[in-house]
Each structure stands twice: as structure tokens, then as C-alpha cells.
């Protein structure tokens, strides 16, 4: 790995010792803490499915976009994690963040190549202590991996850039594997591999035998997808196409599109590196800017010219980018960031550099209890692991082994994959049996003697609609015989029948 990386021991064990540091915020009582809710129990599901039952589909989940779907990549990634955890998410979140931590190598490579050991050491420092990176890392989806592929990536890339065109297969690879794990991300790094595979030292070395195996390599991750699309008439590729065409979120060119992009941009900067104080970053970022332009470098080119095709690609849609859209570009712009402050003066350095440590440590307070922690998406509720496990065990523990049905309410409305989860996974495995019915039913539907539970979470936004609906439950169940709560998870047992 030495080789590999360019990096000795001495500066192996260094950033090894950084990395573990950054084991502290990310994995602290993240077997209890671990934010549960719809992406985490239909991702677990379909994957339970695939372990369990051989349902092997060539479809991931669908996106926001009607008729757009992921690939289902990230679910074959994710079985032996689970496999080996035993269906447990956090054990799967705990293999997502190992797995970002061996890419973390790559990237002090990448950063010590670029410029020097110093920034590499501040590089993975920074993103070690981060709190904004760790609240990433303890995000159990789709979108996780995407960080330490994308390290992989830009690693890759950039030794083509420096004329070694045979990594170009291996560079395709991993922009179509990214692609397959959400396709905002990846699809725009498809540029960035043109455009250094049109470098002058490159064009002289490419042939056809490197081209081909990277268009093989290029077509391998896209395998299932590609089935799928045949068997189904180009669905997925149809709504693509609309979607592109569309006047509204298509493609086109705007000011306002950029000037939004690169507010979301900076919004998630300045939660990587300075939470909750914005204008840090905004110091920080103008001095890069200013060294960029007045302080020549060889890496320079390669840097700007990464971070400004993603972004300008990205923004070719209209609808806007959603901020982990910008996940590739994260690492590039802290190791930006981490030149910047060797280049200070030592003071303005130690006071900047003090700062953002002492912020984002403070800030790792959120991960010793359950809280609303800077999330990718936020959560309105909090429903962790063990919340769930405590909710599906008083169930049971109330039933006594007798027959029960469960009606669910859950935000987002009528998806409520994460408890059916918890039912499959945990309450079969621990009490041998699970409830007989779940979703919407009617007293008629039930045996005589069953019991009957329902579940929900608060509604903040639409109180009347949670208010609505625990009026039907009583209506047809009959009032709460006992109510049970773990945070903002709430089981209630009716009198019934």
C-alpha cells in the first residue's frame, strides 16, 4: 500500500493515527444513535429481500423524479455488511464509515501529490474532526459511499492527468459505479473524464485497446440497469429524456441557476468546516480564491479546472442542485482549504486553525445523545435504532405471544418500510413471529382476540392530518388501553376487542 500510495510508513501510521481520530465523532453510540427512518428501512428491506428470499432486482430505488430510478448497486454493496451484522443498519452505517476511512489514505495521497505532506496531514485532519463529515458518515444511504469512491476517483484521475492514460479503464469504472450509487453525482464526472483523456501527453498514448476496455469498463456497473432497460422499453431512459427536455428542470444555461448552485455549495462548506459559524468559511474561501489567482501553481489547473467542469455541468439543469449533489467536489475544495491556511501567516493560521477545531469538536456533542444533528436532509423527528428496537419490543412484550396487528403512521405518509424492517429483522428473530396484519385495515379483517397496536410519529407540519387519523383509530379500535414512547416514536395498545 506504500507503493501504491507513495506515502512511507512513518507518514502511514501519521495519517492512520488522524483517521482514527475521526472513529471518535462518527461511531459514538452509533449502534443507539444511528437515525432511522424511510431511505434506512426501504434500503434494509430491499436488502433483507435480496439476503433472504433471492429477490435479485436490476432496480435500486426511485429517485424524486417519477420514472427515474437508481441502480441497484448500492444494495449488492450492502449485503455483506448486513450479512455480517445480522440485519443490523448500524452495522452496515459502521462498514459505510470504514470504508470512507480507507479512502482517506487516497486522499492524503492525492493532496501530498498535489502540493506536500503538510497539506495532506491538514487535509485529513480537517476532514477527520469535521463534524459536517461526520454527520455524512452517519447517514446510512445511498449517497454515503459516494465519498470515498469519489476520493478513489479524483485519485484516479489524477494520475491520468499527469499522462498514465492505462488508469482511464479504471477511472470509467468508478465514475459508472458512482453513477449506478446515485446518478446526480456521477453523471457529471463523465466530463471530467473527457476532458483528461484530452489532454495532449494523453491523446498521444491512447490506442484502441485502452479505449475499449474502458468502454467495457464504463458499460460493467451499468450491467443490471441496462438488462432492466431492455426488458422494459427504455423506461427509465424515456423519463430521463423528459426530464432533460423539460423546460423548467431541463437543460439550459442561467445566472440564477449558478448563483443558486453555488449558494448551496457554500452552504455546505461552511457545515464541513466551520459550523455554525459562516463567516469562517467565508474567509477562508475568499483567501483561496485570492492564492489561486496570485500564487501560481502546477496543481492549480488540474484543481480549478476539476471543480469548475463538475460544477458548470452540474448546473446545466435547471431544477437546481440538491447539496449532496456536490459530494465529488468536497474533499478537492478542503484540500484547497488546508493549503490556504499553511500559506498564512503563522498567527492568522493558529487563530483559524484553533477555531475551526474548537467548533466542530463542541459540535460533537449532538452525537452523544440522540438529537437533530446536521444532516444531508435533516430530520424533523428523531426515530434512532434503538428507538425502533424499543418500540417493536414492548409490542411484544405486551402481546405476550399473542396474535397482534399494527396500523402505522409515518412521515413521510404511507411508507412505512423502517418498521416493517424492525418487524422482519429484529421481532422475528427475537419473539418468533410477526404481526398479522400491518398497513390500513378494518376491525373485520382481524380474528377474534387479536390485539391491536398502531404507531406514529409526531406531524409537525400537518397536525390535523395525525389528529384525523388517530380519531379513525379510535373509531375502529376503541380507546388507548396503555401508550408507550422512545422519543418521537409512540406505540398505543386499544381496547380491542
Known amino acids: 500500500m506504500s507503493q501504491l500510495l ?4 512513518q507518514q502511514l501510521l501519521v495519517i492512520f493515527c488522524i483517521i482514527l481520530l475521526g472513529f471518535i465523532p462518527r461511531t459514538w453510540n452509533l449502534f443507539e444513535n444511528l437515525q432511522i427512518h424511510f431511505d434506512q428501512g426501504l434500503h434494509s428491506l430491499a436488502i433483507w429481500n435480496i439476503w433472504h428470499e433471492g429477490k435479485l432486482s436490476l432496480l435500486g430505488h426511485q429517485t424524486d ?8 448497486l448500492y444494495y449488492w454493496l450492502m449485503i455483506p455488511a448486513y450479512v455480517l451484522g445480522r440485519g443490523d443498519p448500524a452495522a452496515a452505517s459502521l462498514f459505510q464509515i470504514t470504508l470512507e476511512a480507507v479512502s482517506l489514505f487516497f486522499l492524503a495521497s492525492l493532496a501530498r501529490k498535489l502540493f506536500n505532506f503538510k497539506v495532506a496531514l491538514l487535509t485529513v485532519f480537517l476532514y477527520s474532526i469535521s463534524y459536517g463529515y461526520a454527520s455524512y458518515a452517519r447517514w446510512l444511504s445511498n449517497i454515503t459511499p459516494t465519498f470515498p469512491f469519489s476520493i478513489i476517483f479524483a485519485w484516479i484521475v489524477y494520475h491520468i492527468y499527469q499522462g498514465r492514460i492505462k488508469f482511464l479503464p479504471l477511472a470509467a469504472f468508478f465514475a459508472s459505479l458512482i453513477t449506478q450509487m446515485d446518478g446526480a453525482i456521477g453523471v457529471f464526472l463523465y466530463p471530467i473524464l473527457v476532458w483528461v483523456t484530452l489532454q495532449k501527453n494523453n491523446l498521444i498514448k491512447l490506442n484502441w485497446k485502452i479505449l475499449s476496455i474502458s468502454l467495457i469498463s464504463l458499460i460493467i ?6 438488462f432492466f432497460e431492455l426488458r422494459h422499453n427504455f423506461v427509465v431512459t424515456h423519463s430521463i429524456l423528459r426530464l432533460s427536455g ?3 428542470q431541463g437543460i439550459g444555461i442561467s445566472t440564477s441557476i449558478l448563483s443558486r448552485n453555488f449558494t448551496t455549495l457554500f452552504v455546505e462548506l461552511f457545515h464541513l468546516l466551520s459550523y455554525p459559524l459562516s463567516f469562517v468559511t467565508s474567509i477562508i474561501l475568499i483567501i483561496t480564491a485570492v492564492v489561486l489567482v496570485l500564487r501560481r501553481h502546477p496543481s492549480q489547473t488540474f484543481l480549478t479546472s476539476y471543480i469548475l467542469i463538475f460544477f458548470f455541468s452540474l448546473s446545466l439543469y435547471q431544477r437546481g442542485a440538491a447539496p449532496f449533489f456536490f459530494v465529488p467536489l468536497f474533499p478537492l475544495i478542503s484540500v484547497l482549504f488546508a493549503r490556504t491556511l499553511l500559506l498564512l501567516p503563522r498567527l492568522l493560521f493558529w487563530i483559524l486553525f484553533i477555531t475551526i477545531v474548537g467548533l466542530n469538536v463542541y459540535e460533537w456533542r449532538n452525537f452523544l ?7 444531508p436532509i435533516g ?3 428523531i426515530i434512532t435504532n434503538q428507538d425502533r428496537k424499543n418500540i417493536v419490543d414492548r409490542i411484544y412484550i405486551s402481546a405476550a405471544g399473542r396474535l397482534f396487528a399494527v396500523w402505522i403512521y409515518t ?8 418498521w416493517l424492517y424492525y418487524f422482519v429483522w429484529y421481532g422475528q ?7 398479522l396484519r400491518t398497513g390500513g385495515f378494518s376491525p373485520g379483517d382481524l380474528p377474534k382476540g387479536t390485539l391491536f397496536y398502531n404507531i406514529y410519529e409526531p406531524d409537525d407540519n400537518q397536525p390535523i392530518r395525525l389528529s384525523l387519523w388517530l380519531d379513525e383509530v379510535t373509531r375502529n379500535f376503541g380507546n388507548v388501553d396503555f401508550k408507550y414512547s422512545s422519543n418521537d416514536a409512540i406505540t398505543e395498545r386499544r381496547i380491542f376487542p
Do not use: C, K, M
Open 411 to 418: 412521515i413521510p405518509y404511507h411508507l412505512d418500510d423502517p
Open 65 to 72: 423524479t417519477d420514472g427515474i430510478f437508481h441502480g441497484p
Open 246 to 248: 423539460s423546460g423548467s
Open 221 to 226: 456497473p451499468h450491467i443490471p440497469l441496462l
Open 379 to 381: 430530520t424533523f423527528n
Open 6 to 9: 507513495e506515502l512511507n510508513r
Open 369 to 375: 445523545v440522540p438529537h437533530h444533528a446536521l444532516t
Open 429 to 435: 428473530a427475537r419473539y418468533g413471529y410477526l404481526p
